[in-house]
């Protein structure tokens, strides 16, 4: 008997230019382009198997060993659907082609970061799978293509589609055909970008990206601000600068960038608070670092974003990394300014 199945993974990305709100919250459309960068090594990754079978009942999917429901009418199964009229169409135009797109299928999924790593794993999460059903199905589609239906997973999936430097584009259709991830730049395009994660807390959010970021569509006229004024230029001088290897420019526009973001969160009514203490001192510190290097002629040295929660990421050239780590140490030596886990994750792969 044939055994119909798949496994396929994908990694964590970090926008530096933040997604922040929907223009059409069943096809998550966005307010706005973004791009991120790829933390794109083994251990930072989701995988995902998935099976199709006449025999199965009804699709079933696990996440970490956890039996999840499917809901009709969620983003998982629209995620499935689509995949499955996908693979329709491979059977229509090949009558030898196994009916696949009729058998239930079972998902199982993990991510092999620890929760105490403070990541949100719905991007590599849905990336991955919505990779091995492309796999399963033997689909003729690009990552492009299947970035628009990780997309209606979660909207930051989509740029998990791809490793490296990964705009996803706002759009204009109304049908979301035009709003997919592209690659702006390989992993190995600028291997000397290295990345730390400083993980402040790993209690779960209190306000969830997806009700959020409605909120603040519905009530912060700095998003609007935001999204015609701002934006556009900002994807368009970091895209320079990525191609450049600019990282005095790649540092300012990632810092400024994340500044606003929470700043539209703090714009929102009720306002939401996504940074703590700890978040704002590591923030004093990679700027009185930046401005020391600025004073003595250097250049920018660091640079720190956050989503939505109080964790940094402090993007950096390979060679600051020892001072940075060394110097947020110092800045906060107790084990409880960093909880339980000081995590390093560096783009290893890319050396
Ligand atoms: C981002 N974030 O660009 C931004 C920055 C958080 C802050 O994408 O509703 O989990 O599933 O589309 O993708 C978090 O939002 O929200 C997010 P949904 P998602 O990475």
């Keep these: ?15 530096v230019i933040k997604y922040w709100g929907k223009r059409d919250t069943k096809l998550i459309l966005p307010t706005n382009s973004s791009l991120s960068v790829t933390l794109d090594q083994d251990h ?9 079978d006449p025999s199965f009942d009804h699709d079933r999917l696990w996440l970490n060993g956890k039996e999840e429901e499917i809901k009709g009418d969620g983003r998982t199964a629209t995620c499935i659907a689509e995949l499955k009229r996908l693979r329709k169409e491979v059977e229509d135009a090949d009558s030898n082609a196994p009916k696949l797109s009729t058998f239930p299928v079972h998902i199982a999924s993990y991510n092999n970061f620890p929760t105490a790593a403070g990541l949100a794993s719905s991007a590599s999460g849905f990336a991955a799978l919505v ?40 759009g204009t ?6 709003s997919n991830a592209v690659e702006v730049a390989p992993r190995e395009h600028w291997p000397d970008m290295h990345a730390l994660i400083c993980v402040v807390s790993d209690d779960k959010k209190g306000t969830s990206s997806t009700s959020g970021m409605q909120r603040t569509v519905e009530t912060s ?4 601000h935001r999204i015609k004024h701002v934006v556009p230029q900002r994807m368009a001088d970091i895209s320079k600068a990525i191609q450049e290897r600019d990282f005095d420019s790649f540092a300012q ?18 306002p939401i608070f ?41 993007y950096a050239p390979e060679k600051n990394m020892k001072e940075i780590i060394q110097l947020i140490l110092n800045y906060f030596p107790q084990k409880d300014a960093f909880k339980d886990t000081f995590a390093l994750f560096k783009n290893d792969k890319a050396e």
């Excluded at 006229?221 to 609007?224: G, M, P, R, S, T």
């Excluded at 401005?291 to 003595?296: C, E, G, T």
Aim: glycine residues 6%.
């Design 1 to 15: 008997m044939t055994v119909y199945q798949a496994t396929a993974s994908a990694p964590v990305n970090i926008a």
């Design 253 to 270: 526009i990632t810092m400024a960038d994340s500044n606003q973001f929470h700043a539209v969160a703090l714009d929102t009514a009720p």
């Design 44 to 52: 930072l990754r989701s995988t995902t198997t998935s099976r199709a």
């Design 274 to 314: 996504y940074l703590n203490d700890v978040s704002r001192s590591i923030i004093q510190v990679v700027v009185e670092y930046n401005r020391l290097s600025l004073a003595n002629g250097g250049g920018y040295k660091a640079a720190y974003t956050y989503d939505a929660g109080p964790n940094a990421v402090i």
């Design 131 to 170: 990779s091995s059903l492309a796999q399963l199905y033997e689909l003729p589609a690009s990552p492009s293509t299947l970035s628009l239906i990780s997309r209606q997973g979660s909207g930051s999936a989509c740029r998990s589609l791809y490793g490296g430097y990964v705009a996803w584009n706002v």
């Design 173 to 178: 259709d109304p049908s979301g055909v035009d």
């Design 221 to 224: 006229a700095l998003l609007q």
